[in-house]
């Protein structure tokens, strides 16, 4: 029996794990990622990692700048089925209507929850119970297309952006490969998503990495975490940048204090005052300074230097 062609769009980490699996088990004809980017300030080109994975395991790569007008490559390679996964950008209808099997998604919520760019800093961000991925065929609107499959996993209180992401992953790439051979033999029944349950998650602005200490400790906890490690929450301490990139809740209230003022120092975090009670910042970064833990910086210090200071 003749191997499934299968043509892979995708770009960042998240996506790796899913094209190690299609690679294993699929004829992967063709890679398509976006553009390599420049970097840093002598602007070195960088590979995505998907890129770097096809470069590894020899299988052609093309990377079109507009793939709205630039795609006849795609349709020259002749694939049964197109898979997509973070990809990031608008897949161009005669793209959508090519592949026998159709162009198939693996996003990173329970879809309709959390369209767009960002579903899993938003999940932690909106304190929701649980996420997890969808298998789903792909439409000309953002993450619109009937649902195939869904595999749910919950979001544990300890959780940030880096473990959730990396457990979707792996769920994605399990998920696909479960559900690829139902759609090759015709035994799904995709479900039409509710456009009343839908909620978005655009990608994340400078302005959302800017915590607000007049906000609950809840929130501004989830915040940290789904972050964290990047691009990072941040507040300003004397008007520089104070990157926080782990936190825990506190049952300790300070009635009397300022919002966002450093009103404690313990061991190993600094309590900080919110609107409805104290959070304790365990991890951070000053600007021009290394990422370190509180107790690390508290080696033969006080801490007495931020007692009293205002993250604002």
């Not at 790796?16 to 080109?45: A, F, M, W």
């Not at 499959?149 to 696909?176: A, C, F, W, Y």
């Not at 009670?277 to 600007?287: S, V």
């Amino acid at each position: 029996m003749k191997k499934i062609r299968v043509v892979f769009m995708g770009t960042p980490n998240f996506s790796v794990p899913v094209l190690e699996g299609l690679i294993e088990n699929y004829e992967v004809v063709l890679v398509v990622t976006q553009s390599d980017k420049c970097v840093g300030r002598h602007k070195e080109i960088k590979f995505s990692p998907i890129k770097e994975l096809a470069l590894k395991k020899k299988i052609p790569i093309f990377q079109p700048a507009k793939i709205k007008t630039d795609y006849q490559e795609i349709l020259n390679t002749k694939a049964d089925i197109i898979i997509t996964c973070a990809y990031g950008q608008i897949i161009p209808k005669e793209i959508l209507e090519f592949p026998q099997y159709g162009c198939i998604n693996v996003h990173a919520s329970l879809l309709p929850k959390l369209r767009g760019g960002a579903p899993i800093h938003k999940a932690i961000i909106n304190n929701y119970p649980r996420t997890g991925i969808t298998i789903m065929y792909m439409v000309e609107k953002m993450d619109a297309g009937d649902i195939i499959s869904q595999k749910e996993t919950v979001i544990k209180p300890d959780d940030n952006l880096e473990s959730l992401h990396d457990r979707l992953s792996l769920m994605g790439k399990d998920l696909l490969l479960k559900t690829i051979p139902d759609i090759i033999n015709k035994n799904i029944k995709p479900i039409k998503q509710d456009e009343n349950e839908v909620t978005y998650a655009y990608n994340i602005t400078r302005e959302e990495e800017h915590l607000n200490f007049n906000e609950s400790s809840i929130d501004i906890y989830n915040r940290i975490r789904g972050l964290s490690p990047t691009p990072g929450a941040f507040a300003y301490i004397d008007n520089k940048i104070i990157k926080i990139y782990k936190a825990e809740l506190s049952d300790s209230f300070f009635t009397t204090k300022e919002n966002g003022e450093i009103s404690k120092i313990y061991k190993d975090g600094l309590g900080v005052s919110t609107k409805d009670r104290e959070i304790i910042i365990k991890e951070f970064q000053f600007e021009g300074k290394k990422r370190m833990t509180v107790k690390e910086y508290l080696n033969g210090k006080t801490g007495d230097e931020l007692l009293g200071k205002v993250l604002k």
